[in-house]
């Protein structure tokens, strides 16, 4: 097969995983939802009258077979209603989305910030292996990988907003206020990046082309951004790509401590108050971000290894 | 999560290890300091877990009102009645953290026992079957991991109320698509091995085939994930539990500590401090442990 067909085929077959997956995905929180019992006491409020019970179970089907109703939520589903929110009095699709971009520019940056750092540590951790450098950061690494990351989060605010008084503990409109959020979530990531890069910095750094690239009198520097840096750069993509769903559900957690007006927090409250369409909304919304998200890695990655294609 | 790194590791590795045509060389048998180290802190926990009433004469979760909040012993205003202080409620901080390390260690051990069980049979099957039989099997890891798995918790905790059972079973669900994803390909890998085929060709059952030539293969994969899952399933318990949808609150947990530690972060640090270290010491031993093990386990290091 030719390079074109080859991508091309590959990038079908990923492609057409997506709607699968949300498939199982909505299965899932289909069958959650109905199991835990009557869904007309799970969505309205205890003080709803009789009325407005009989006519959410006629809204919803529930007075069909089970799997009309799983048709027509899907159906619904598909058009982004995944109901109306008694507690927020809006569709709970726009309530999700309204807080989308806060928690997408969280982990964006946190990725970001990770990468950056990762890199650069997993680098110095590889070309200084065994000595006191390369021990040092992979001690801090195994603890970074051991903390609660939510509990990092307030030993951050102790320390630096509360003790020292440098920032804010949070605020979502001021820059200050996006570092210890940031670092929070980027200290849970940069541990992973750290020794995906070491290791295959390692690797490559033994490999025979470097050294025929050394005995040419190409600079060190050089030769480890060109040659042993590229091959961390899959794993390292892959990686993230694995743990975005952890990322953004970790995120429950951290933008919880630090009041973050995101998905994960709306999550979780919208649990608190059952608030069922919003949890629903929430749950199947950030599986979509995350199928998609995954999606692009694959593609990218594929792009940048051929060796992925062919797997 | 974090274990993820490690794991891929652990699976490349085995398979790297099985078509080397030489056995490994022979070496003298050292005990890694990872191991040695990571075992302690683990034997140190479990025996506090286990011998916690011979440890303390405090009842975790009886209130010292005359002694609420009082700081550890060694800071000014401590006193030695109660070693690591009290929380708002006067309960002794020392008995509820060893009360606590039954809960974080019987919750991951048991949740990690069940998802390994259910992701290594369901790999096993994948690797053995046909295209649409392991197609359905991915696709659904697919979903398992695209779902955060704080928020599937919470969503079942919220829908099913919240007990110790239901926590172990819920953090079992958010686990095993990682076994399967990674056994799957290793599985696949010893299936494609000449001395499979040769034991297909025989005629052996398949049965017989996954029980004597494949999971022998895969047991230091599944070894090194169990233990790395297990730290995994502390954090996840801790922080459940921190937002109030883990360990009912009637029971001492680390994370319902941290809750309430929270409250008080800025005059009692120390109801803060102390669990989270509680956590980060015993998930630390156990990611040493993991680590360890990995690196003895595989004869390429």
């Known amino acids: 097969m030719g390079k074109r067909t080859d991508v091309l085929s590959f990038a079908a077959k990923r492609m057409i995983r997506v709607p699968v997956v949300l498939l199982f995905v909505m299965t899932v929180v289909f069958g959650l939802v109905h199991s835990a019992g009557n869904v007309v006491d799970q969505l309205l409020p205890p003080e709803a009258t009789a009325e407005q019970r009989a006519e959410l179970t006629r809204q919803l089907d529930l007075d069909k077979p089970l799997w009309a109703q799983f048709g027509s939520f899907l159906a619904r589903s598909l058009q982004g209603d995944f109901g109306f929110s008694v507690f927020y009095h809006s569709p709970a699709t726009s309530i999700v989305l309204e807080r989308l971009p806060a928690s997408l520019m969280l982990a964006g940056l946190s990725i970001m910030v990770a990468i950056g750092i990762g890199i650069g540590l997993g680098i110095l951790s590889a070309v200084r292996a065994g000595r006191f450098a390369d ?4 001690a801090v690494a195994v ?3 051991s903390m ?15 003790k020292f008084q440098l920032l804010p503990t949070s605020g979502y409109n001021s820059l200050a206020g996006l570092v210890l959020p940031t670092l929070t979530l980027a200290a849970f990531l940069i541990p992973q990046i750290l020794l995906l890069t070491r290791t295959a910095m390692i690797e490559s750094l033994e490999q025979q082309y470097m050294l025929t690239a050394q005995a040419k009198g190409l600079p060190t520097r050089l030769l480890v951004f060109r040659h042993g840096l590229r091959n961390a750069l899959n794993p390292i993509i892959a990686s993230i790509g694995l743990q975005l769903g952890t990322l953004l559900g970790g995120a429950v957690l951290t933008e919880s401590v630090f009041g973050w007006p995101g998905v994960g927090r709306l999550g979780v409250e919208a649990i608190l108050h059952r608030d069922l369409p919003v949890v629903v909304a929430t749950v199947v919304l950030l599986a979509l971000v995350v199928m998609l998200t995954n999606l692009a890695v694959d593609l990218l990655s594929a792009a940048i290894d051929p060796r992925v294609r062919v797997s | 999560m974090f274990v993820d790194q490690s794991l891929a590791l652990a699976a490349v590795d085995d398979k790297r290890a099985q078509p080397a045509a030489a056995p490994p060389p022979r070496r003298r048998h050292r005990i890694r300091p990872s191991l040695a180290v990571g075992g302690g802190i683990l034997i140190v926990f479990a025996l506090a877990a286990v011998f916690a009433p011979l440890l303390t004469s405090w009842d975790p979760m009886a209130q010292d009102l005359e002694a609420r909040l009082s700081p550890p012993a060694w800071v000014d205003g401590g006193s030695s009645t109660h070693l690591l202080g009290t929380d708002s409620f006067g309960r002794d901080i020392f008995s509820q953290l060893l009360y606590g390390a039954r809960y974080s260690i019987g919750v991951a ?3 990690t026992l069940i998802a390994g069980l259910v992701g290594v049979a369901l790999a096993l099957i994948a690797g053995y079957s046909n295209r649409w039989t392991s197609g359905l099997i991915m ?3 697919d979903a398992m991991q695209s779902l955060p798995p704080v928020l599937v918790a919470l969503m079942v905790a919220a829908l099913f109320g919240n007990s110790v059972v239901k926590l172990t079973l819920v953090l079992a669900v958010t686990a095993w698509p990682t076994y399967t994803r990674i056994l799957f390909n290793v599985v696949r890998s010893v299936r494609e091995q ?9 005629g052996q059952r398949p049965l017989n085939v996954v029980v004597s030539h494949i999971l022998p293969n895969v047991a230091s994969s599944i070894i090194v994930i169990t233990t790395l899952q297990i730290g995994r399933m502390v954090l996840l318990e801790a922080g459940l539990s921190f937002l109030g949808l883990g360990v009912p609150l009637t029971s001492p947990a680390w994370g319902t500590m941290l809750a309430d530690g929270q409250k008080y972060i800025h005059t009692d640090v120390y109801l803060s401090l102390l669990p989270g270290l509680a956590v980060t010491l015993l998930v630390v031993g156990v990611n040493l442990f993991g680590e360890g093990l990995r690196r003895t386990l595989n004869p390429r290091n």
């Open chain 1, 143 to 145: 603890l970074g990988q």
């Open chain 1, 135 to 138: 021990v040092l950061i992979n």
């Open chain 2, 139 to 141: 696709r659904s890891v």
């Open chain 1, 148 to 162: 609660p990351s939510f509990w990092l989060g307030q030993m951050l605010i102790l320390v630096f907003a509360v």
């Open chain 2, 109 to 111: 051990c048991a949740s």
């Open chain 2, 194 to 202: 000449d001395f499979v085929s040769a034991s297909i060709a025989t």
